[in-house]
């Protein structure tokens, strides 16, 4: 049972356009939500992360949408970078304490100069 | 952030061998480490819980004797793969919780199989 599902698979947006990614979870247990960002051959790298008390989350250029009732969070990229091209995984865990995270299948984003 | 290393990089050993990754948190303690396994463009999949000073979880289908993990430090973890065979060639990866919640992942660990 997958239960963080992600989309799209691929994605591609020009230069200074918005990235979207978005992610769906069927457990009403998971109460953190990070994404991570991984390179080739490189380990994932935490971009943000969110808690369901709040429904927007703003770190730079990156932004989580989150809506408890619909069960979904997004990871919006503003102004998009070539460099951004990576794969993106949403995630989800549950209760306090350390707890091993739930992966999304991933999304392939590449920025077109 | 936080740094998280992991030793080696890469390994290329022969068939039935056993080959042991580390993994260190270098600027915090970590009292809990995990596992992932990652095929070629796919998702992290999570092998097992590392927990400092007692027997690692394992995740269903994972088999312990086959994937040995030792957290004998607050800062150090290491996974053994016993008697290798090439189905165990993956991408190796951890990750160490600092505070409440926040998992920083290693560099991880391209092991091949011959």
């Known amino acids: 049972q997958q239960q963080v599902k992600q989309s799209p698979q691929s994605l591609i947006v020009q230069k200074g356009g918005i990235s979207i990614i978005n992610c769906a979870y069927e457990n009403t247990a998971f109460d953190y939500f990070p994404w991570y960002q991984q390179f080739p051959g490189k380990g994932p790298a935490l971009l943000i992360a969110i808690r369901p008390d709040v429904s927007e989350k703003k770190e730079g250029r990156f932004t989580i949408s989150f809506n408890k009732s619909a069960k979904q969070f997004s990871l919006h990229i503003m102004d998009s970078q070539p460099g951004d091209s990576a794969t993106y995984f949403c995630?989800?865990?549950?209760?306090?304490?350390?707890?091993?995270?739930?992966f999304g299948s991933g999304t392939r984003l590449q920025v077109q100069p | 952030g936080a740094v998280v290393s992991q030793h080696p990089s890469r390994v290329i050993c022969k068939s039935g061998t056993s080959v042991k990754i580390e993994c260190r948190s270098l600027d915090f303690q970590a009292t809990t480490m995990f596992w992932y396994r990652q095929f070629p463009k796919q998702s992290l999949m999570l092998m097992a819980t590392s927990n400092e000073g007692s027997k690692a979880t394992y995740e269903q289908g994972v088999e312990k004797d086959k994937f040995l993990i030792n957290h004998a430090s607050l800062t150090l973890s290491t996974l053994t793969v016993t008697s290798a065979h090439p189905e165990d060639s993956s991408f190796y990866i951890c990750s160490a919780t600092k505070g409440a919640d926040t998992q920083y992942f290693g560099p991880g660990t391209r092991l091949t199989v011959l």
């Open positions: 995630a989800a865990s549950k209760g306090t304490g350390r707890r091993a995270l739930t």
